[in-house]
Structure formats: structure tokens, C-alpha cells
Nanobody
Framework: QAQLVESGGGLVQAGGSLKLSCAAS????????MGWFRQVPGKEREFVAA????????EYADLARGRFTISRDNFKNTVSLQMNSLKPEDTAVYYC?????????????????WGQGTQVTVSP
């Protein structure tokens, strides 16, 4: 098993920035891709961004493209999500996820490990 722990969430005004981090431990050798998802109460969890093992391949949801940047540091076993130009509609619980599959994915069910989530609240 691998364990994922997110940090960096909080309250920010619209237009501001936050950087989320996710630290992986345990069986990290089995992890290929890592991603971020988010969920608002009453709605399904949605894909935000993903990055492959080397960090050379990334994928973004339309909601994130141009505003969010995902990056990975394999020396520190972390993945980060830099979020700029935040909007109130970005308010959600953000989850870090990791997959053992040999490709990154937008599909929630293709991720094997999940963090506990970190709350991001963007005020108008």
C-alpha cells in the first residue's frame, strides 16, 4: 500500500493563489501516475490534473488549463498543484490520487490510492 497525504488547502480570495502538495509514502515504487481530483458536496468527484512518473507528461481538465500547474518531485516523493487566478467555483475538497497503471488517466476508478483530501475555499 501507498499512503498519500495532502496539505496546503485553505481560504483565499478570488483571484488569489494556493499551492497544494501531496506526499507519498509506503510502496511508492508501484506508483506511475499521480493526479488531483476535487469534489463539492452533492456532486461527483471530478478530474483536475495528472502527471506521469517522470513529470514529462501532464493532462489537465478544461477547468484547470491555463490556471493550474501540476508538478512532481520524485526525490521528495511529492506532487504539487499550483493554483492561480482562483474562482469561487474552485471551492471544493481536493484529493491527491496515485495509479499503478502505466499511463495517466482522467478516470477516478483507475486510481489505486487516495489521500484524505484538503479543503480549498475561495471567497468572492
Amino acid at each position: 500500500q501507498a499512503q498519500l497525504v495532502e496539505s496546503g488547502g485553505g481560504l483565499v480570495q478570488a483571484g488569489g493563489s494556493l499551492k497544494l502538495s501531496c506526499a507519498a509514502s509506503g510502496r511508492i515504487w508501484s506508483i506511475y501516475g499521480m493526479g488531483w481530483f476535487r469534489q463539492v458536496p452533492g456532486k461527483e468527484r471530478e478530474f483536475v490534473a495528472a502527471v506521469n512518473w517522470s513529470g514529462g507528461t501532464t493532462e489537465y481538465a478544461d477547468l484547470a488549463r491555463g490556471r493550474f500547474t501540476i508538478s512532481r518531485d520524485n526525490f521528495k516523493n511529492t506532487v504539487s498543484l499550483q493554483m492561480n487566478s482562483l474562482k469561487p467555483e474552485d471551492t471544493a475538497v481536493y484529493y491527491c490520487a496515485a495509479t499503478r497503471r502505466s499511463r495517466i488517466s482522467r478516470v477516478e476508478s483507475e486510481y489505486d490510492y487516495w489521500g484524505q483530501g484538503t479543503q480549498v475555499t475561495v471567497s468572492p
